[in-house]
């Protein structure tokens, strides 16, 4: 049987930068990881240099049942405490667009040295260490193939359901249920979506094409790329959308953005009479793009009507996705933890003291390029300043 003040599971994000605040303040940290090493999914994000946090970090960029539960731990552990972090290691790193900071190097860079806070705040991390049971009396007994570990509080941190190869479950919501903690429905969030039977043809012929545009679901929009694939859409654009999508509704997609594209095609059709419209938007779109857009016929014959129906398609094209892709294609999980139960100073479950849950169990999802680090890292704070 081991005693400590706080055992933390999950040795992801969250849970690394829990454990290092809690081992600071002199806790007796437990950091229970059921994969045979901790980060894992710090190793292969940002195509494996590691998108660790962003400069335009705001809670406006964060989706959530309560937008305002964020602002809390986002102002008391900021983007730039833990770029002071990387700084303190010598980690060389830069802004790749948008303010998303990637490594130099590699993503190995930021798990060392997380690994490197985590002995110096003396934590206890077990690795391949997997939780059988849960129990609490006057303290919290979590039983393990290891052993049993004994602690006042204890720290959910193991994240949602996307990437199930890298060890995704549902833990975090089967302790919340088993505690009473209310969940907010979970689903796949920052993943591509596939092609309902309107546009499917369309896409599997188009795969591989890339162009920049605005994507928008209802009153939320985004402009970075998109790029056909043989099941549907994808691209940064794509991924942001996605998260405020919901089964049914249809997506408007801008392939021109920041032009007038009927003013475009009225140029046009003076200045090139006997031009082929393909010819004409291949301007402008990638030739694919445009021949499958483009009707046949010189601009000349292009009607007002039918001039006016060309412009508006290429400004508002209609996709309506059967689905998305899923858990195994999502890079985050959106939904979680209900807020409401929690205090969003110290992510303490308010009804049970000494419950937390952090990081990606939470209801809050961010938006791509940084965003959901910096939640790890600051709701990591949070908690491990509270236990």
């Known amino acids: 049987m ?14 690394m930068m829990c454990a290092i605040a809690a081992g600071r303040r002199g806790k007796r940290v437990a950091l229970l990881e059921h994969l045979d090493r901790p980060g894992a999914k710090i190793l292969i994000s940002g195509g494996g240099r590691c998108n660790f946090t962003n400069l335009e970090i705001s809670p406006e960029r964060f989706i959530s049942a309560n937008p305002h539960f964020c602002k809390s731990a ?59 049971d849960i129990s609490r009396t006057d303290r919290f007994n979590i039983a393990t193939d290891r052993g049993i570990f004994i602690a006042p509080a204890l720290v959910i941190a193991t994240g949602g359901f996307s990437i199930p190869k890298m060890g995704a479950t549902g833990f975090a919501y089967e302790t919340a249920r088993r505690f009473d903690v209310p969940v907010v429905a979970p689903r796949a969030g920052l993943v591509p979506l596939k092609a309902g039977p309107a546009t499917a043809l369309l896409c599997r012929s188009l795969a591989g094409v890339s ?35 919901r089964e049914g509704e249809s997506l408007a997609v801008d392939l021109m953005p920041g032009i007038d594209a009927e003013g475009f095609l009225r140029d046009r059709r003076r200045s090139r009479p006997r031009a082929e419209l393909k010819t004409v938007l291949g301007e402008l779109l990638p030739n694919r793009l445009a021949e499958a857009l483009a009707k046949p016929g010189q601009m000349a014959h292009l009607s007002d009507r039918a001039l006016k129906a060309a412009a508006d398609e290429l400004k ?26 929690l205090s969003s100073k110290t992510m303490q479950v308010r009804n049970l003291p000494g419950l937390y849950f952090i990081g990606e169990a939470v209801d809050v999802t961010g938006w791509l390029g940084g965003y959901n680090f910096q939640w790890a890292w600051s709701s990591g704070w949070c908690a491990g300043e509270s236990v």
């Not at 545009?213 to 942001?240: K, M, Y």
């Not at 999502?330 to 409401?340: C, F, K, P, Y």
Request: proline residues 2%; charged residues 20%.
């Open 316 to 341: 508002r094209w209609r996709f309506t996705p059967a689905a998305s892709q899923g858990w195994s294609k999502a890079e985050v999980t959106v939904g979680g933890i209900d807020t409401a139960a």
């Open 2 to 15: 081991f005693d400590f003040d706080v055992v933390v599971i999950g040795a992801g994000a969250a849970g």
């Open 74 to 132: 986002l102002s008391r552990f900021t983007q730039y405490d833990f770029i002071a972090m990387v700084e303190r290691h010598g980690i060389a790193y830069h802004e790749k667009t948008l303010g998303q900071l990637f490594c130099d190097g590699s993503a190995r860079e930021i798990v060392g040295m997380l690994i490197a806070e985590c002995q110096a705040a003396r934590v206890d991390l077990r690795i391949g260490c997997r939780v059988a």
């Open 211 to 245: 162009l920049d545009a605005i994507v928008t679901c209802g009153p939320t929009s985004f402009r970075e790329g998109i790029l056909f694939t043989h099941r549907g859409l994808s691209g940064p654009a794509v991924l942001q959308i996605s998260s405020y999508w």
